[in-house]
């Protein structure tokens, strides 16, 4: 399958982001076939020899994308990329909201030039409001929003989780809001402002746990690896380590003691609702452990899944990647870079059935579509050759 025939290919992407929540907002629009030009800085010089250009992180982050360097602050470069802009759908940029105000990238400026555009704006708190100067960070975001406080063991303190979730949340609601924002343009012939921030995006993922103050004004309390409402869901000790098992419900909660041979605690008063396991979960966990302690993680994994009660290893990273079901799915995508040879990038988590994403590009080197993008703009070698001389491009 060729770009054009990809879903977003008839749209035009200037990417002005940096780090990892506009990146990984861009990333989607990409892997879909829209024509990404990402925006960078004139090299300096001083840039080392493939650096975290070359890293896991960049890579992963910046395929199916083409490079540009131009200099925003020279008026050479600020009117080359307004004659992006006019050929353009959608500008994503996530700077300190102040920012794209002082180099004349705005939503007015940019609608001034094309009525049809899109911005995506992704801060750490949002592009008004008491915090809207402070850096965006995702471990303040995570603290802000709460999901620090419901991380870790009860009694621990705060624990972040493991992964930049904020950045990556905000990064994809940016996403989603842009596409938005691209079908309504169908209607109206109108692009708009599209907003999202790292503290929104931590706070929407709280999700039923938000829901569990805003309703219920019941500040949920750090839970460990025990599922906060659903007992007994959490981690269990078997053989050789660990297995996560979810037996929520009375239903799947009466099938994991028969299969494990513990049906005495369906006697037990203590754990005959699910009220009751909830008090009682400490208890109730511990006195489960002997009945798993003598078969192993593979064993256990068939067994329940085989009586209908939900349950899956706890993978290191590498151990997720040889998963004979995660090569299934192909969520470990392949591409060719000129220089690192070939590598796996993670993919994305949604399939579509006649359009699926593509990995068509490894992630660019700075500058490297140069030519070829002035050339679309109608610059001359000569005239490219001099933009460079400026330290325009």
């Known amino acids: 399958m060729s770009q054009n025939d990809l ?26 076939g829209a024509d990404v030009i990402k925006i960078e800085a004139p090299p300096t010089g001083k840039e080392a020899m493939g650096g975290p250009r070359h890293g896991p992180d960049f890579q992963n982050l910046h395929r199916n994308k083409r490079s540009l360097t131009l200099d925003l602050k020279q008026d050479a470069g600020k009117d080359i990329f307004m004659r992006l802009v006019k050929e353009a759908d959608v500008v994503v940029e996530n700077y300190r909201p102040d920012v794209k105000f002082r180099l004349g990238v705005d939503y007015e400026s940019l609608r001034a030039v094309n009525s049809r ?11 008004d409001g008491p915090y809207r100067d402070r850096p965006g960070f995702d471990q303040i975001a995570q603290g802000m929003g709460g999901v620090m406080s ?9 624990v972040r989780a493991g992964i930049p979730v904020a950045d990556l949340c905000a990064g994809h609601f940016c996403a989603q809001g842009i596409l938005v924002a691209l079908l309504e343009r169908e209607v109206s012939g109108e692009g708009q402002w599209v907003q999202s921030s790292l503290l929104e995006a931590m706070i929407a993922m709280l999700d039923f746990q938000g829901a569990r103050w805003l309703i219920g004004h019941e500040v949920p309390p750090q839970a460990g690896n025990n599922h906060p409402t659903s ?38 008063t203590r754990y005959a609702s699910g009220g009751e396991r909830s008090k009682n979960r400490d208890a109730l966990n511990a006195e489960l452990e002997p009945y798993l302690a003598h ?12 009586a209908g009660v939900p349950c899956g290893p706890i993978y290191a990273i590498d151990e997720v990647f040889e998963d004979p079901h995660v090569k299934h799915l192909g ?19 949604v399939s579509l059935s006649r359009t699926p ?12 579509h140069n030519e070829a993008i002035l050339g679309e703009l109608g610059f001359n070698p000569e005239e490219i050759a001099g933009l460079k001389e400026q330290k325009v491009i």
């Not at 555009?117 to 592009?127: D, E, K, R, Y």
């Not at 969520?331 to 988590?349: E, F, Y």
């Open 7 to 32: 879903p977003l290919s008839r749209f035009k992407v200037l990417d002005l982001t940096r780090v990892r929540a506009g990146p990984t907002c861009v990333r989607l629009l990409a892997d879909w």
């Open 117 to 127: 555009i899109v911005l995506g704006s992704i801060s750490g708190f949002g592009q």
């Open 150 to 158: 419901i991380t870790g063991l009860p009694g621990q303190g705060p």
């Open 231 to 268: 007992i007994p869901t959490g981690v269990f000790k078997v053989a050789d380590g660990h297995i996560n098992i979810a037996a929520a419900g009375q239903e799947i909660w009466e099938r994991l003691c028969k299969v494990i041979g513990a049906g005495k605690m369906l006697e037990d």
């Open 295 to 306: 078969k192993t993680s593979a064993e256990w994994i068939e067994i329940l899944n085989e």
């Open 331 to 349: 969520i470990a995508r392949n591409v060719q870079h000129a220089t690192l040879g070939g590598m796996s990038v993670i993919g994305q988590a």
């Open 357 to 368: 994403s593509q990995m068509r590009s490894a992630s660019p080197e700075q500058g490297e």
